[in-house]
């Protein structure tokens, strides 16, 4: 028999505690709407403490750089977590409620009823007790170093197999049988090591867009709270990449005292002190340098041996001709590194756009549209399009090179620079291709340089110089550009011309003394680019009218220009530009003749009455070409003035010496089609002495106008336009702007 057990329990205490036990599971279901309504409320505020917490600690990472505590993103897990699945519960909650019946007490479904009720009391005691748990005395911290961090090497061919191998090297993951798998089976293996991590990931002198998630790289964001950070020299890669990257930040050339400091860094300090002059020139050396980092390192590291100022001082003279000369390492360190950015222009006609711009003197700014009619003179654009799709295209040209940073913005729209460094590497880049550059512009040099191997010459450029006479022939058979602008010349001999059968572009501009033409100029008969702007030329040479190539003929500012033979403007057969703004030259003269030039597209011209006004407008509509600029001076005839048949094209407007002119009018109405004032730009009043009114425009300057005291522009009509006004003194005493 088995054994026997013996159990002594009341009654009272087995009825009590079957009591206690039914009266329990049953508040499960009495209870329910209370407790639904009591964990809306908690979680509500949980939410809110949640939120609040979430902004301090977005805060102390984004502005203050600090890492979220462990304890505090535990936190913000858990009560995530809960949030959700207390929202699901409550979703739920409705049809559970119709379930109960006399009075709440009771259900129609007891079991799953009690089952969703025993659910809702857990989670309200959960959500309760993470809601105590909130207290933080702080939410973030400094951050350690990252736990992995990948820094491929800095290359412009950077192929995704490459990147991969670097990032599994630094995780742990590279080895010889791993590097033999596929590349989805990389990008898997790489996203499960760095979905775990925070990581700083940097990808230096990237030429292209790189696919992150291509690499296996997780797609930084706040939560996961990694970093990926690239340098480019290209600005549309940025514009590529902002999508899955933080802001792009530009990084500057250094400012003086930070690049004096860098450069004395690598200079040391035993050199600096070895002669009192020697701090002074390192701050002109430094100057030449223009606070490009590279320079000052590579130049501040070759000054070391330096120990006298005599040194110093001819380094400095070298500096503002060519660092390589001296300095080998700029040609063997710097220049191929800065080279990278000429070597990935996508082709030849850039690279040679860029190398042109090195003609110019260094800190110059180039005239964008002049630099565009150059290129165009010497064929580097294509030949076949209109002269629009032309300049377009060399718009396009202009802005490709300021993406990749060849070339800067310059003092205003119509300007760009080449920095200093980049103009001596350009420089270099033609001495080392053989692309036969002679440059001497900004050499202070006052008479015309001597020079071997000028046959080989394709480019010569000895602008900005103190240069009186050119005495001396050139044998130069294979000189396409010759730039001689801003000098002093007075004299060229007759026969300077005679050697340079294949010369395109000839700029003898800003040359104030030079009031004679060399008859022998008639030599250049493949010039298709004349620029003779801002000189004393009295008269041009019947002669000229040998150049049946030329397309642009810039008379500008030649203000003692009294006398174009009859017919030479016109045989100009193929000219497309014809610039003769502030020529002395009568305009009548000048339409007479550019009425038989059927390839004209552009003019600029002064007029002096009303009825050249009308002629000019006329011309402007019977033919294809563009009114650029014009001056309308001297005008004796007229009180008032609509210049809107003028807006189409106008780029550049100066009214001098309109002595009776009161008003200068543009239709109101008009105005409100923005699009016939897009090219409108640039006004200039000048002796203006009863002029009253002017219109609305970009830009405008005032001289000697006293009796214009009022604009017509308000807060309503200049909405929207940067409004530049020039003017004397004491007339702005007296302006006021108005409708």
């Known amino acids: 028999m088995g054994n026997i057990f013996s159990i002594s329990l009341s009654l009272d205490t087995i009825i009590t505690r079957c009591w206690d036990c039914a009266t329990g599971q049953a508040s499960y279901i009495c209870n329910l709407e209370d407790n639904l309504h009591a964990l809306q409320t908690e979680l509500a505020e949980l939410k809110e403490l949640r939120s609040d917490l979430m902004s301090k600690v ?96 800095a290359s412009q061919d950077r192929p995704i197999e490459k990147v991969q191998d670097e990032i599994a090297e630094r995780i742990g993951l590279s080895n010889e049988g791993w590097k033999s798998n596929s590349l989805e089976k990389k990008v898997g293996d790489i996203f499960k090591v760095l979905c775990k991590k925070k990581f700083a990931l940097l990808l230096d002198d990237i030429w292209e867009r790189f696919d992150l998630t291509r690499a296996g790289i997780p797609i930084p964001t706040q939560e996961n709270g990694s970093k990926v950070i690239f340098t480019t020299r290209r600005l549309d890669v940025c514009c590529q990449m902002q999508p899955n990257m933080a802001s792009n930040i530009r990084v500057e050339c250094l400012p003086p005292q930070k690049a004096l400091k860098l450069f004395e860094e690598k200079v040391g300090l035993e050199t600096l002190q070895m002669h009192p002059d020697i701090r002074k020139l390192a701050k002109a050396v430094v100057e030449e340098c223009a606070g490009l980092p590279l320079a000052l390192i590579t130049i501040g590291r070759a000054m070391a041996s330096k120990k006298t100022p005599r040194e110093w001082e001819y380094c400095i003279e070298v500096l503002r001709k060519s660092a390589a000369s001296v300095f080998p390492r700029v040609g063997k360190e710097m220049y191929p590194k800065l080279k990278f950015s000429y070597d990935c222009l996508p082709d030849e006609r850039l690279k040679s756009c860029f190398l042109y711009c090195s003609l110019y003197p260094e800190d110059h700014p180039i005239e964008k549209d002049q630099l565009i009619h150059c290129w165009i003179g010497e064929g580097l654009l294509d030949k076949h399009t209109d002269l629009t799709s032309t300049g377009n295209q060399g718009n396009f040209i202009i802005g490709s090179l300021t993406e990749v940073y060849l070339l800067e913005k310059g003092p205003n729209s119509d300007r760009v620079k080449m920095h200093d460094m980049i103009r001596d590497m350009a420089l270099w880049i033609a001495g080392e291709s053989k692309k036969m550059f002679f440059v001497k512009a900004g050499a202070q040099l006052k008479e015309q340089p001597e020079a071997e191997k000028l046959e080989e010459v394709i480019r010569m450029s000895l602008m900005d110089n103190r240069i009186e006479n050119l005495t001396k022939k050139l ?261 006021r702007m108005g409708g």
């Open 58 to 153: 977005r805060i102390a990472e984004d502005e203050q750089q600090l890492k979220r505590l462990d304890q505090v993103e535990g936190w913000l897990q858990r009560a995530g977590t809960l949030i959700n699945d207390a929202d699901q519960l409550i979703v739920q909650s409705p049809r559970h409620v119709e379930k109960l019946c006399m009075g709440g007490c009771c259900s129609r479904h007891p079991r799953s009823s009690h089952k969703f009720g025993k659910q809702i009391v857990g989670i309200l005691q959960e959500v309760k007790d993470q809601k105590q748990k909130r207290d933080f005395s702080d939410v973030a911290s400094k951050p350690p170093l990252p736990s992995a961090t990948e820094r491929p090497i």
């Open 475 to 735: 044998a130069c058979p294979n000189l396409q550009n010759l730039f001689l602008g801003r000098n002093c010349l007075k004299m060229i001999i007759n026969d300077f011309f005679n050697f340079m059968p294949m010369l395109r572009v000839l700029d003898l501009s800003s040359n104030i003394n030079l009031a004679n033409l060399p008859v022998g100029i008639a030599k250049l008969v493949s010039l298709e680019h004349l620029n003779l702007s801002h000189t004393n030329i009295r008269k041009l040479p019947n002669e000229l009218n040998a150049l049946e190539k030329l397309k642009y003929l810039n008379l500008e500012w030649t203000r003692a220009l009294k006398m174009i033979p009859r017919q030479l403007i016109s045989s100009f057969s193929k000219l497309q530009v014809l610039k003769m703004e502030q020529c002395d030259h009568g305009c009548s003269l000048v339409l007479e003749e550019i009425v038989h030039l059927k390839y004209l597209k552009v003019l600029t011209i002064s007029v002096t009455s009303a009825s050249e006004l009308k002629k000019v407008l006329e011309f402007s509509k019977s033919c294809s070409c563009t009114i650029e600029g014009i001056t309308i001076e001297e005008f004796i005839n007229s009180w008032s003035m609509n210049i809107l048949a003028l807006a189409n094209h106008l780029y550049n407007l100066k009214l001098s010496y309109v002595c009776n002119v009161e008003e200068v009018k543009i239709a109101s109405n008009i105005i409100k089609d923005a699009s016939c004032f897009q090219s409108f730009r640039f006004i200039t009043l000048v002796f203006c002495k009863q002029l009253r009114d002017a219109s609305w425009l970009k830009a405008i300057r005032i001289l000697n106008c006293p009796m214009l005291k009022k604009l017509p522009l308000n807060s309503y009509n200049a909405k929207g336009h940067v409004l530049i006004i020039k003017g004397e003194e004491g007339w702005w005493k007296k302006f």
